[in-house]
């Protein structure tokens, strides 16, 4: 009788299940289900202070036509800068638009190639969102001051 084959690399061995390597395949699906779950709560705990000053804007944003039940929330950079994704591949100019209106500041915009850039919006002086909007949606430039001559 052969011996059955690792089915982790050495680099692998934070699978585990009860305790131990993985021995079938249904096992090592459960592990590495069970370290997805475990990566995405510690993420969500990173940005749950962000999460939670956003939550206070959300009746305003959804005045403005924002729907939150078809996004994701994540972040790039342990929970200093909070990511809002839309569940399928779109734009959010709506949202853009929607935050600019309650109060956010652009600090910040990303080529992100394929006609779209990744804008960086704050609001306060803790909460920063990056969300992702078509390049036609630049901001318009701030109306200055007339200068009539005396």
Request: glycine share 8%; aromatic share 6%; with cysteine.
């Amino acid at each position: 009788m052969t011996t059955r084959p690792r089915l982790i690399s050495q680099w692998q061995k934070h699978l585990k299940i009860d305790g131990r390597e993985p021995r079938t395949l249904q096992e090592l699906a459960l592990a590495k289900a069970g370290y997805d779950y475990h990566r995405r709560v510690a993420e969500i705990k990173a940005i749950s202070t962000k999460l939670a000053l956003l939550d206070e804007l959300v009746p305003a944003l959804a005045a403005r036509g924002v729907v939150f039940a078809h996004r994701d929330f994540t972040t790039y950079n342990g929970g200093k800068t909070l990511r809002m994704l839309p569940c399928a591949l779109t734009r959010d100019n709506t949202l853009h638009e929607a935050l600019l209106a309650v109060g956010f500041r652009e600090i910040g915009r990303r080529d992100w190639g394929r006609g779209e850039e990744m804008v960086t919006l704050k609001f306060g002086r803790s909460l920063v969102l990056g969300i992702d909007v078509s390049k036609a949606a630049a901001p318009a430039a701030a109306p200055s001051a007339e200068v009539i001559p005396a």
